[in-house]
């Protein structure tokens, strides 16, 4: 009876609250932030990736088995930028931001993924076919093209921001990368 009158009680605070949330009448148009929002996302989740694999050459842990995982994430969080990026399709890409800031926030993400990856290569000698098996290249050339396709030209913006970094790209066999960076 009492438990039955709670019940009610969630029932009908449910129903008012259906009520008084008015249905959305113009959907807002996703536009550069929603980019951003994307990269940020993506940031947020390398940084906790990242600083594991470096914690592991840290301590000379670092071998085949003990990164896989944590490549793993890191494909699995680019897939992830990947599908968001892909249903961004059709963005006002005229407001929100600019080429420029979406260069800005991608740039050291994929700075920071190549040192630290880069930091596995005397622990790990498989590690090109390591990272080329579990699809990384592919993966993260997939979330630079992403972008691109939304905001066409912000590759070279990316290009510019990471010419230091291409030795360590191209240590790491990222041929996909390189090339749709031009570097
Ligand atoms: C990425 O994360 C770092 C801290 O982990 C932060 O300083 C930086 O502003 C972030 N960049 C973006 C684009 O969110």
């Known amino acids: 009876m009492f438990t039955s009158r709670i019940l009610f009680s969630f029932l009908a605070i449910g129903a008012v609250s259906v009520a008084a949330s008015p249905a959305p009448i ?17 940031n947020s989740t390398t940084a906790t990736i990242l600083p594991q694999i470096d ?17 793993t994430d ?6 992830t930028a990947t599908t968001s990026l892909a249903s961004l399709q059709g963005a006002d890409t005229s407001t929100g931001g600019s080429a420029d800031d979406v260069a800005a ?3 050291p993400v994929v700075a920071g993924i ?3 990856l880069s930091g596995l290569e005397t622990a790990v000698p498989t590690l090109t076919s390591l990272l080329s ?9 997939q979330v630079l093209s992403g972008l691109e396709t939304l905001l066409a030209g912000v590759l070279n913006l ?7 970094v291409a030795g360590l790209l191209r240590s790491l066999a990222f041929g996909l990368t390189l090339a749709s960076l031009g570097l």
């Open 26 to 42: 113009i959907a807002k148009r996703a536009d550069v932030s929603d980019i951003l929002t994307v990269v940020s996302t993506l």
């Open 114 to 116: 190549a040192t630290s």
């Open 55 to 71: 914690a592991l050459v840290a301590s000379n842990s670092a071998n085949e088995d003990s990164i896989t995982p944590l490549i």
């Open 133 to 141: 098996g579990l699809g990384l290249d592919t993966s993260l050339n």
């Open 74 to 79: 890191l494909a699995s969080a680019l897939g």
């Open 158 to 164: 990316v290009a510019t921001l990471l010419v230091d």
């Open 105 to 107: 926030a991608i740039a």
